[in-house]
């Protein structure tokens, strides 16, 4: 295939990319084309140092005292500010805190329980699985009913009895962009709560919730935000439902006193009521330190760099590509896309291993999907250009058909 | 007051000592005495370097692919067996994940399930608040009742009502170690489940979860286990309990199937039927590595250690500070004492803000403790002799009245 021309029209766009300096604040190795970014962002270049300071002299130096002197206690609703930013939430509504399965289960009983009385979940039936399993452990314990719907669907299947409505802004899949604005306003007209998770939006999409009213959202830190393996999450509250909400992961740091050792719980005032244990500072620190690589960069620049990047991506592998079975699952309007490109193929497990041995990263996903992330931050459009020649190179060769390829690991 | 004939035998105690090595395992810098590793453990040395190496290279340059070329995904069960070591259990036993409070919600609501039909949870009126905090709400959740006993009058609490006695196996105030074998035999006489926070204990005092048919028990991965700032914690449960076992957060990570992606929830066998999000890497990291410093060591000689410590750090307070108003509080027997001593004293607060003036690090626990903390690992005699020079020459100068020790921190 000939790129030549695509390659040219790239340097161009490369060449007049607002943002393309941002690629600078991030280490990855020449030649490595990762478009996993959706899966776990890359390291940001000062991390390492970051991190050296954090082990050596905060804990390693100043030991207990740190809690204190390096704001390591307030670091959770900080940090939080920081992603509230960047999904378009005032200061005071995102704290930091568990894994986004734990915040999930927290921010649904919360919501529930401002409901009461209504019996029902609305979700999607092809959400994240973990958001399923939670959502369902959710109803067993407080006896509600889930209602499994695709969101297209969610207006007609809202009534008196929902308590919740709760879906992904992206599918995890597809990257299709759920209608957030359409479905927080529907869900208000019938008196329920609206739960976002941001996993796959955060960072890259606009978001807004304070705008769309959104009640509740939680996200994930190691994807776009770049917070490192297994960063630790974010759930927001919008204000006007911090003091009656009512979290069941009732931990100290989300007391009101936390240090009076009070015998009896009272939530803490703001966001920090949805605080639980002692946060896994090494983590949370290196997420406040990868989330400065936004600082002087606003989400509109990002988006447009992401839907140039997919745009390109979606075009090349239509013109090129569609002759060996390749499908773009996406959607092609770039305005109904998230960051990624999905494509299927029959031998997606494979095509995924042959383009990593050709440094080009990306995962697959259950039963026959090629996910690729492309995070703004640090892809260019001459790495759009690279990835489908070398995925031109796999699918001419046939090395999906080599053995070694097809053998799955625990994880990819 | 003359402590020549302390130091003379701290001396000889120290020579004598075989675990002094391991003081070399870590890094405090010369002059301090850290009396705060019950609540944020020292820096093993190596650290660092492991650290950087996770980051720069695991994480920087290995990205995704970490989680299986350098075992990231069964990191949680791996860094559990060595905490399983530590506590008498078996391997397979004890999972790495989320927070203490966290862990407790889980432990606390399993256990409930397993005994269906029985109403109520017995805990301790003086136990940690946190504990004190996420009890009640899993009481709320699932209609149970609360009984707050103390640990002398489990037994006659118990009936054929009560589902859980849950306790902390050493106490955070006084450092009084709780009866594990005696109540756990007589919570099985009832027919209830036993569930133990080792929060206090693990490190340092024998626990011998199997030995003593424990059913569950949890704990926090940042005091004696020296794993880093609100390292995760972890979770036991008897291998007889694993089929049966059903916990409220469930997450992805604790599927039988975590990459099928399926839609409903199906435990995944063991142990790992405990973990729930993706795991904050950069800390659980820390923490295997610092386990490593326990390689080669038995908790008898750690509990030697410790026990010498402690008995020789009340000798000293009895014999020459009695005068200054300061009462021991943790029991004199040192077979009923964890690895902490505890001082009653009027201006508790501002005896530990001067102490730490003088490079004597303890803390502080409403309303008039003074506790501290001796971790046998990087503790020696001569330290506990020093630390009694120091707290001397504070209430002889009368260094706690002065007005800049008496601010209070959000953490001390």
Chains 1, 2 share one sequence.
């Not at 690629?23 to 959706?38: K, M």
């Not at 979606?314 to 309007?333: C, I, K, N, Q, W």
């Not at 997606?348 to 703004?376: K, S």
């Amino acid at each position: 295939v000939d790129l030549t021309a695509a390659r040219e029209r790239a340097a161009a766009l490369d060449a007049a990319d607002p943002v393309a300096h941002l690629r600078a604040r991030f280490r990855l190795r020449d030649g490595l084309v990762y478009l996993d970014g959706n899966s776990l962002g890359a390291m940001p270049a000062h991390l390492p140092a970051r991190m050296a300071e954090v082990v050596e002299q905060e804990w390693g130096r100043d030991l207990i005292g740190s809690w204190n002197t390096h704001d390591w206690w307030t670091a959770p609703e900080r940090v939080g500010d920081l992603v509230g930013r960047l999904v378009g939430a005032e200061p005071g509504q995102v704290v930091v805190a568990d894994s986004t399965s734990v915040d999930l289960f927290k921010a649904l009983v919360a919501a529930a329980r401002l409901r009461p009385g209504r019996t029902v979940v609305v979700t999607e039936p092809g959400s994240f699985p973990a958001d399923l399993y939670v959502i369902d452990s959710v109803a067993e314990l407080l006896g509600l009913t889930v209602r499994r719907v695709p969101p297209a669907e969610v207006p007609a299947a809202l009534d008196d009895d929902v308590a919740v409505v709760s879906y992904s802004h992206v599918d995890y899949r597809t990257g299709e962009l759920a209608d957030l604005a359409g479905i927080t306003a529907a869900t208000h007209s019938a008196g329920a709560l609206a739960l976002w998770d941001l996993s796959h939006s955060a960072g890259v999409v606009r978001v807004d919730l304070d705008a769309h009213d959104v009640d509740l959202a939680v996200g994930c830190g190691y994807k776009y935000l770049n917070g490192g393996p297994g960063a630790p999450a974010y759930v927001y509250v919008a204000r006007r439902h911090h003091d009656a909400m009512r979290q069941p992961l009732t931990g100290w740091t989300g007391h009101a006193r936390p240090f009076a050792m009070e015998g009896r719980y009272e939530k803490a005032p703001g966001i920090a009521g949805m605080r639980t244990g002692t946060p896994p500072m090494l983590s949370m620190l290196a997420l406040e330190s990868a989330l400065h690589c936004f600082d002087g960069v606003e989400v509109d620049a990002v988006r447009a760099k992401s839907q140039s990047l997919t745009s390109l991506f979606v075009e090349l592998v239509d013109g090129h590509l569609s002759a060996y079975g390749l499908e773009v699952v996406s959607p092609r309007d770039a305005d109904r896309r998230g960051s990624q490109v999905s494509l299927r193929h029959p031998q997606a497990y494979a095509v995924v291993q042959a383009l990593i041995a050709r440094d080009v990263v990306g995962d697959y996903r259950e039963p026959d999907v090629v996910r690729l992330g492309f995070a703004p931050l640090y892809l260019s459009h001459a790495d759009v250009v690279t990835a489908v020649e070398r995925l031109d190179a796999v699918l001419t060769a046939g090395e999906h058909h080599d053995p070694a390829h097809a053998v799955r690991h625990a994880v990819t």
